[in-house]
């Protein structure tokens, strides 16, 4: 289960801005989650408590908003929304969409005290 990583990671991001910020709590974690990528919502919030145990994340709520997927099309430039990463473009037919959006997870802001 990748999940537990990328929760591992946001965690070390969160000790990194504490660093850098000297907050003493932090009260909300919100991540961006592209629709298209490959992480759970569910699995994210099930490891969340275990993995932020003992940290600075520690009882921090973590929400997450899921990112649609988008795509500019190479034939005919358009940007398209995406259901799929390997789907044709909606407008004609193109087998070759660009992923412009919705493939990544970040965290996108952080509530402190």
Known sequence: ???V???ESVVAIVA???TRQAF???RV???HLGAL???EPEALRFCFDAVASGTIAEGAQLMIEMIPGEGRCSACHQRV???DRFAACPL???PQLLMIAGGDMRVAELEVE
């Open 29 to 31: 974690i919100r991540l």
């Open 37 to 39: 990528g490959h992480a």
């Open 16 to 18: 990194e801005e504490r």
């Open 92 to 94: 004609c037919g193109n």
């Open 24 to 26: 003493s709590r932090v």
């Open 5 to 7: 990583s990328l929760i």
């Open 1 to 3: 289960m990748h999940e």
């Open 81 to 83: 929304a995406m259901q």
